[in-house]
């Protein structure tokens, strides 16, 4: 095997830390600076073996994740207590979030949007659980903001501009989807199909207005937050989260609660108990809920957790549209306690946004979604509903690039004649033999449910030919549902036309995916 030169020490010898954490840093801080090694003498090391993640996947509950890492180190039992879907929201990695936490370079443990509270709530009780493990050297340090371009990364978001956000499902649809255009023309920003644009969203102002009327406060008072003097309308729009308020603003609200009876309610639904009807309570809610408590405004802010950015699969090649980055964003919309309640992100973009707005935006690349890089490559996609994204780019890509490898789309909603989105580019393509095959499944057109699984075990052997010649699998959309259903389907045609026992399509589907032949894009 050959040997590899080791990275410089970039941390001091006597910095406080353990060897474990300064080889961490020194990686971390040797990534960002572009640093690769061998600029010092010393003995050559061994790559270190690549680690199993039996947990990485999720599909799996979370009970069974921590019990696949718990005989782990522990930055590997807190890595399964993320979401699992390595989506970026958080700034990391699921690996790089949880390793971040326990060296105690990122205190944020509220960062892990997916895993909700459920994933809040399991780090901190393995945080108190395992910290007889530390050696006593861990030292709080300060998150390190990576540079690098404007637009690249969440700590330097570029500003783009809204062009439109118009519905791309047809009258009498249970659905709004929208097909947002954001302008780049002022920016520096490049993206490539595959990845993900995020957005940092402003929260419904009607929301915020009721919560400033339940505090008595105009929203024009100045507050003090992360080292600046902001309105404090501005903070709650855009700065804190608002929807989902964490444990510790449940019991900041408990002690400013004059009624004992409203403060024991507030620490058992700080504790996950509590009323039920409580139990997804956005900050107003609670506020009304408790008529008693009267927050002081610095110990509200403080309490709450940072409104992360929301992430969108692109829907665009740059190659065909220059200078501009397109969205599929669903509007999330219900109706609970007697108030329509609004998502962040999709409905800042589809209600609450206007032409002309100007939005802070970034680029999460993408880690190894992509068109194949072999433009005569067959590519088989699975992408119902605003899963149809990145497939909209990589078709648009491969058509920019001149590729020609055999493309096959699945693609799947409720009923065609409202829900059949990017029907006129999407019949196009089919038209024009960009592509190849096109499989349409739509669940409410008929008295039995047809979804994209369903048309792949219809095309089982085919589909199994296709693989066989080299082709790349993709799936984008629902991780839980969706995603498992097709990878069960995928199985059994590796099973059935493939005539592998079970062990070997598993064995089979594990290897596609080592060779970057199996990628998925959910959520």
């Not at 895993?115 to 659980?129: A, D, N, P």
């Not at 067959?378 to 119902?384: D, E, K, R, S, W």
């Not at 960009?434 to 589909?463: G, P």
Request: glycine share 8%; net charge negative; hydrophobic share 40%.
């Amino acid at each position: 095997m050959n040997a590899i030169s080791p990275l410089p020490s970039l941390v001091p010898e006597n910095a406080p830390f353990s060897t474990e954490q300064r080889a961490w840093l020194n990686g971390f801080f040797a990534a960002y600076l572009g640093v690769t090694g061998g600029l010092e003498t010393a003995d050559a090391v061994e790559p270190a073996e690549p680690e199993d993640f039996p947990w990485h996947d999720p599909t799996l509950a979370l009970a069974e994740r921590l019990s696949l890492a718990q005989d782990k180190k522990p930055e590997r039992q807190l890595m399964a207590a993320m979401a699992q879907l390595d989506c970026g929201q958080c700034g990391y990695l699921c690996q790089t979030y949880a390793e971040a936490v326990w060296s105690g370079a990122e205190a944020d443990v509220g960062r892990c949007v997916p895993g909700g509270k459920e994933t809040q709530r399991k780090l901190k009780e393995l945080l108190g659980t395992l910290e007889s493990l530390r050696d006593g050297t861990a030292a709080a340090t300060p998150t390190v903001k990576p540079g690098g371009p404007v637009g690249q990364s969440r700590d330097r978001p570029a500003l783009a501009t809204l062009v439109d956000a118009h519905p791309l499902n047809r009258g009498g649809s249970e659905k709004d989807v929208r097909h947002v255009v954001l302008d780049l023309s002022a920016t520096d920003v490049t993206y490539e199909a595959g990845d993900s644009l995020g957005v940092f969203a402003r929260k419904n102002p009607v929301l915020v207005q009721a919560v400033l009327d339940r505090i008595g406060a105009t929203g024009e008072e100045m507050v003090a937050f992360d080292g600046d003097a902001l309105p404090l309308r501005q903070v709650l729009l855009s700065k804190v989260d608002i929807a989902r308020p964490s444990d510790e603003c449940m019991l900041f609200l408990a002690t400013r609660a004059f009624d004992g009876e409203e403060a024991l309610k507030l620490q058992a639904l700080a504790a996950g108990e509590g009323p039920a009807d409580l139990v997804e309570a956005d900050l107003l809610d609670l506020l009304l809920a408790f008529p008693s408590v009267m927050p002081s405004l610095p110990g509200l802010l403080k309490s709450l957790d940072r409104l992360q950015p929301r992430l969108y699969s692109i829907a665009s090649s740059s190659k065909a549209h220059p200078r501009e980055v397109h969205l599929t964003v669903s509007a999330v919309r219900w109706d609970s306690n007697e108030r329509t309640r609004t998502g962040i992100g999709s409905c800042y973009l589809a209600d609450f946004a206007k032409p002309g707005d100007v939005i802070p935006v970034f680029v999460q690349k993408s880690h190894g979604f992509a068109p194949p890089a072999d433009d005569d490559a067959p590519a088989i996609m699975v992408g119902p509903g605003t899963g149809i994204a990145p497939f909209r780019a990589f078709l648009e890509e491969r058509e920019a690039r001149g590729a020609k490898g055999r493309n096959w789309l699945f693609f799947g909603d409720q009923k065609r004649a409202t829900d059949f989105l990017y029907e006129d580019q999407i019949i196009d393509w089919q038209r024009r033999g960009i592509l190849t095959c096109l499989d349409l499944a739509f669940s409410r057109d008929q008295a039995e449910k047809i979804y994209v699984q369903t048309r792949m075990r219809e095309n089982a052997r085919e589909l199994w030919a296709w693989l066989e010649q080299g082709a790349h699998f993709y799936v984008c959309g629902d991780a839980k549902r969706m995603a498992s259903d097709v990878e069960k389907a995928l199985l059994d045609i590796a099973a059935g036309p493939g005539g592998k026992s079970p062990a070997e399509a598993k064995a089979w589907l594990d290897g596609l995916a080592k060779a970057g032949r199996y990628q998925r894009d959910v959520y």
